[in-house]
């Protein structure tokens, strides 16, 4: 039914505006606190899964002052694992200007290794000022940030207009990405040398 939370089988939820690690604004500048609130995360009665951000009502305090947004991560740590295969989610975007959503993997050892030695594969991005386009990329040792190696999907309609499939198919030396069965990037260990691919474990 409508307003039903993630199920915790399946999906954690990271609360607050800092990371484990002491990362204010999750590391890269973000205005939202994350919450456990089903208004932030919860279904909408048609079997989809909503990530809703709203504006905040003053209440919660944020690294910078009061929190002006509250939104929902969800993770699968500790409840998924996955070596190899076909990864994909269906997902409509939302529209606006100065939002990120993100759908990504990172390796299982990142607590003992770190960021990014662990990896990171990035199955979709989309930023909300450049409503046609979305990309995937992948981040480690040496290609991380703003240097990591991806490509960029072009739609001829806004992202956001319908759902669209996003998947990745994860082999040894290699990872492609895909929108609606179209392949557009690959990466092999040739893309990041002399960096150490870190995808094969």
Same mark, same amino acid.
Request: hydrophobic residues 35%; aromatic residues 16%.
């Given at each position: 039914?409508?307003?039903?939370?993630? *199920?915790?089988?399946?999906?954690? +939820? $990271?609360?607050?505006?800092? @990371?484990? &690690?002491?990362? /204010?604004? !999750?590391?890269?500048?973000? +205005?939202?606190?994350? @919450?456990?609130?089903?208004?932030?995360? #919860?279904?909408?009665? *048609?079997? *989809?899964? =909503?990530?809703? +951000?709203?504006?905040?009502?003053?209440?919660?305090?944020?690294?910078?002052?009061?929190?002006?947004?509250?939104?929902?991560?969800?993770?699968?740590? *500790?409840?998924?694992? /996955?070596?190899?295969?076909?990864? %994909? #989610?269906?997902?409509?975007?939302?529209?606006?200007?100065?939002?990120?959503? =993100? /759908?990504?993997? +990172?390796? @299982?050892?990142?607590?003992?290794?770190?960021?990014?030695?662990?990896?990171?594969?990035?199955?979709?991005? /989309?930023?909300?000022?450049?409503?046609?386009?979305?990309?995937?990329?992948?981040?480690?040792?040496?290609? =991380?940030?703003?240097?990591?190696?991806?490509?960029?999907?072009?739609?001829?309609?806004?992202?956001?207009?319908?759902?669209?499939? &996003? =998947?990745? %198919? !994860?082999?040894?030396?290699?990872?492609?990405?895909?929108?609606?069965?179209?392949?557009?990037?690959?990466? @092999?260990?040739?893309?990041?040398?002399?960096? $150490?691919?870190?995808?094969?474990?």
């Amino acid at each position: 039914p409508a307003g039903t939370p993630p *199920n915790t089988a399946r999906w954690g +939820l $990271e609360i607050g505006d800092v @990371t484990r &690690f002491g990362d /204010f604004g !999750w590391g890269d500048g973000q +205005l939202q606190y994350y @919450t456990d609130d089903a208004a932030n995360a #919860s279904t909408d009665g *048609n079997g *989809n899964l =909503a990530i809703t +951000l709203r504006e905040a009502d003053g209440s919660l305090q944020c690294y910078y002052g009061p929190c002006a947004y509250t939104s929902a991560r969800l993770e699968s740590r *500790n409840r998924a694992e /996955f070596a190899f295969g076909r990864i %994909e #989610s269906r997902m409509k975007m939302p529209q606006g200007a100065g939002i990120w959503p =993100a /759908f990504w993997s +990172l390796g @299982t050892d990142i607590d003992r290794v770190g960021w990014p030695q662990a990896g990171e594969i990035d199955f979709v991005e /989309f930023v909300g000022r450049l409503p046609y386009e979305i990309f995937g990329s992948i981040q480690g040792p040496g290609y =991380a940030g703003g240097n990591g190696f991806g490509n960029v999907f072009q739609f001829g309609d806004p992202a956001y207009d319908d759902f669209h499939t &996003f =998947a990745v %198919e !994860w082999q040894p030396d290699l990872i492609g990405w895909y929108v609606d069965g179209i392949l557009y990037h690959m990466a @092999t260990p040739a893309d990041v040398a002399p960096f $150490e691919w870190v995808f094969n474990d």
